[in-house]
């Protein structure tokens, strides 16, 4: 179980992670841009399912094999780095497309591999959780919930703040620049992924 101290700094530190820009909260804001709050409130279970997946696998890897497979962090970079490049691409040429009914669907598919290619997830498993979280089935199972518990809320905050640009209700913020502008954030995550995996080749 984890102590009071060491469960009020995994809280913290979860929820200022969480609230940050990302891949992830780029496309659940640009979700309810699109779609609207009711149609895209369920890609939190994806972003969820993400991220349970991405921390425990790597978490378990940290913990018990990071020693023999030094190659791997540096595979997984360049995997997320590609795959948020291709998202950023997409979305910067499908912003002149708003607001029009035919413009793609941000799915659970892509949502879901975006979470699980999320640099976060490496962030959460190697400094935000606990360490005894990969090494007790109680620890975990704690964690997990009170992450599941912060998850939910801040990610549809952001399906909300879409859902608001798309609405007019925020006059001031151009839905298509606000995508390019989420493009551009993508994109600075994938050249922040590439730089990575060159300094550390």
Known sequence: ??????????????VVILIMPGPTN??????????????SARLTAAELVGYLVSISIWGHFLVHVAHSLTWLPMLVRIASSLYIAYLAVRM???????????????????????TLL???????ASAIFPAVAFASF???????TLFTLMLIPIGLAWVAFGAALGSGRLVW??????QRAASIVLGTFSLWLTWTVVHLA
């Open 173 to 178: 913020l151009s839905p298509a620049r606000v």
């Open 138 to 144: 109680p620890a975990y199972l704690e964690a997990m």
């Open 26 to 39: 780029t496309l659940l804001a640009a979700a309810g841009l699109r779609q609207g709050v009711r149609r």
């Open 118 to 124: 999320n640099p976060k997830g490496i962030l959460f």
């Open 1 to 14: 179980m984890l102590s009071t101290s060491s469960a009020m700094l995994f809280v913290l530190g979860t």
């Open 92 to 114: 910067w040429r499908t912003a002149v497309a708003l607001p029009s009914s035919t413009q793609q669907v941000i799915g659970m598919r892509t949502l879901l591999v975006a």
